[in-house]
C-alpha cells in the first residue's frame, strides 16, 4: 500500500518558454510572477545579469537565463515575465528574478514520468538540469537553480543590491556581504508581504 502511495506521488513544477524550449522548477522555490517591468541596469555586472528591480522596497537582481545558458539575450514582449524564485547558496537564500519568455502551467509529475538528464543533446549544461519530465509525448527540461546560478552570479546579485542601495559604496567580498546580510536577518529583517519571508535589502543597515 506504500509503495502505491509514493510511487504516484506527484511534484509540483512551474513550467515557463525561454528561447523557444519549455523549462521547469520546483513550484517550492517560487514565491510570485510579475510582469517584465522598468529594469534597472547596474554597472560592470556580468551579461547574465540584466538589471535589478524594486519588489515592494526590496531590490531583486533579474536573471536572463537564456543569456546564462549560453543563447542569445531575451528580448522583450509582451508576454515575458519574470519570476521572482528563492536560489540557495552556502547555506544561503537569496531571492532573485529569472527572465521568461512566457510562463505556461503548473504540472504534477510523479517519480516515473521523470528521467535523468541526458548525456548530450540539450543546449542547457548537463549540471544544471535535475532531469527531464515527461508531458505526453513531449519534455520538458526541470533545472537544477542552485546549480545554473553560479557562485560568481550571486557574487554579482550581491554587488549589485550594494551598489543600487549604497551609491557611495560598502563592497568587500561575498562572504562579508553575505555576514552583513546574516547581521540583518538576526536583527528581525524586513518582511516582505509573501508569509512574512525576508527579503535583503543591505541598505538598511
Known amino acids: 500500500m506504500t ?6 506521488e506527484q511534484t509540483q513544477f512551474l513550467t515557463f518558454l525561454l528561447a523557444d524550449e519549455q523549462y521547469a522548477v520546483s513550484i517550492l522555490r517560487v514565491r510570485e510572477i510579475i510582469e517584465y517591468d522598468t529594469v534597472t541596469r547596474v554597472p560592470n555586472m556580468p551579461a547574465s545579469i540584466r538589471g535589478v528591480i524594486n519588489l515592494r522596497g526590496a531590490v531583486v537582481p533579474v536573471i ?4 546564462r545558458f549560453g543563447l542569445r539575450e531575451s528580448q ?12 540557495e547558496v552556502g547555506g544561503e537564500r537569496l531571492v532573485m528574478g529569472l527572465m521568461a519568455d ?22 542547457v549544461r548537463v549540471d544544471f538540469l535535475k532531469g527531464l519530465g515527461k508531458i505526453g509525448k513531449k ?9 545554473a546560478l553560479s557562485t ?17 559604496g560598502i563592497g568587500g567580498s561575498f562572504l562579508e556581504m ?24 543591505p541598505g538598511i543597515l
Open 178 to 201: 553575505v555576514g552583513r546580510r546574516r547581521h540583518w536577518l538576526s536583527q528581525g529583517g524586513a518582511a516582505d508581504s509573501q508569509g512574512g519571508r525576508p527579503v535583503y535589502t
Open 152 to 168: 560568481t552570479d550571486l557574487f554579482s546579485v550581491a554587488v549589485a543590491q550594494d551598489v543600487v542601495l549604497n551609491p557611495d
Open 3 to 8: 509503495s502505491t502511495v509514493e510511487s504516484t
Open 76 to 87: 522583450v514582449t509582451k508576454r515575458t515575465c519574470v519570476i521572482i524564485a528563492e536560489v
Open 139 to 147: 519534455f520538458v527540461l526541470i533545472l537544477d537553480l542552485d546549480r
Open 102 to 123: 512566457a510562463v505556461s502551467q503548473v504540472i504534477g509529475l510523479p517519480p516515473a514520468d521523470i528521467e535523468p538528464p541526458p548525456a548530450f543533446g540539450t543546449r
Open 64 to 67: 536572463d537565463l537564456a543569456v
